[in-house]
């Protein structure tokens, strides 16, 4: 740590900024995570494809995570950051109630926000039998009635993935334009069955998913409802950066413009997770968090390799101003700060 504060900023406790802050604090780096506490897997009852730590609870992996990273001199601190300005080389970071840390870099891992379709009781069930990744939840719903409500064009692919765990699959049209008939011939080849008209309610029975009902008033018994939001990279608090926000290359969503390290185009500023990926799983965002912090240590590492350089040519070269400072101070003494002595002083030996 340094006179700007803290080496990073690691804004979001989840899987990619716990990942990043345990690296950097790995790394010798001062570390503070800022967290809201608001995982946005928090309503799932396990984390899957998570080597060694599969069916894991959200809560459990962020906890241990947490300890790890104050085990290496981490700092963890429950506060919701609201903003983000550039002061000299380095950056400020407000949270909610009022506070404010200063950084030389900034780790935005601030997750994103799943923008559901309007039925009635799907955000209620969702993370835990309204579900969107067959990866993270699939076999927990194997081989039983599944559906995928379909809100647009990656509807048929999610259809076509989701049979691989069940034979009995339907693709509720809903609001979603047409399939066409290629697209049709190929469900039909895997036997997923085409709903035409639109889903407005879900069926719960004793807090399970039973079912769905359409507007016609027909009830079609499920397991379980596969659905795509829209998912978009939570930026606000980024926003004074001048930190954009482009498509994803599938068109699910909007992510933190970055490289393949997580840098972003404002200097000093990498982002991580989903904030960088929107259709990152967990595993896959603990890896970026860790590909961003070695990316952001090698970068102060340069930075504090050219101040270095700097200070040693300071003291070598004889008529910097560092070395007229030394001079000065040997050869005047008290003197050079303008004080008049009351009596003689020996000469210097250096004159």
Do not use: K
């Amino acid at each position: 740590m340094d006179d700007n504060g803290f080496d990073v900023i690691v804004i979001g406790g989840g899987a990619a900024g716990l990942s990043g802050a345990l690296t950097l604090a790995r790394a010798r780096r001062s570390v503070l995570v800022l967290d809201a506490g608001e995982p946005r897997n928090a309503p799932a009852a396990g984390v899957h494809g998570f080597l060694t730590r599969d069916g894991i609870a959200p809560a459990e992996l962020v906890e241990r995570g947490a300890e790890e990273v104050i085990r290496y001199g981490g700092t963890m601190l429950r506060a919701r950051a609201t903003s983000a300005r550039r002061v000299g080389e380095g950056f400020v970071v407000g949270t909610e109630d009022g506070r404010e840390f200063a950084a030389r870099r900034l780790l935005v891992t601030t997750g994103l926000v799943d923008e559901l379709p309007d039925v009635p009781g799907l955000r209620e069930r969702w993370g835990r039998d309204v579900l969107h990744c067959p990866y993270c939840h699939g076999w927990e719903v194997r081989d039983q009635p599944l559906g995928v409500l379909a809100t647009g064009p990656q509807a048929v692919h999610q259809a076509l993935l989701l049979r691989q765990w069940s034979p009995r699959v339907t693709l509720f049209r809903h609001t979603a334009p047409d399939p066409g008939d290629e697209q049709r011939e190929r469900l039909a080849a895997r036997d997923i069955a085409v709903v035409d008209g639109q889903v407005t309610a879900l069926e719960v029975t004793d807090d399970e998913l039973t079912g769905v009902r359409l507007a016609s008033g027909r009830v079609l018994p499920l397991r379980a409802l596969a659905v795509l939001p829209r998912m978009v990279a939570r930026a606000g608090v980024v926003t004074d950066l001048g930190l954009a926000s482009v498509e994803h290359p599938r068109g699910v969503g909007s992510q933190l413009e970055s490289d393949v390290s997580g840098r972003t185009p404002v200097e000093g500023v990498w982002v991580a997770g989903n904030a960088a990926d929107v259709a990152a799983t967990v595993v896959t965002a603990a890896a970026g968090g860790v590909t961003a912090a070695a990316a952001i240590n090698a970068d102060l590492v340069e930075e504090d390799t050219r101040r270095a350089v700097a200070r040693r040519r300071d003291r070598l070269t004889p008529f910097s101003a560092a070395a007229e400072a030394r001079v000065a101070e040997l050869v005047l003494g008290a003197r050079r700060h303008g004080i008049t002595p009351s009596a003689p002083t020996r000469p210097s030996p250096l004159l």
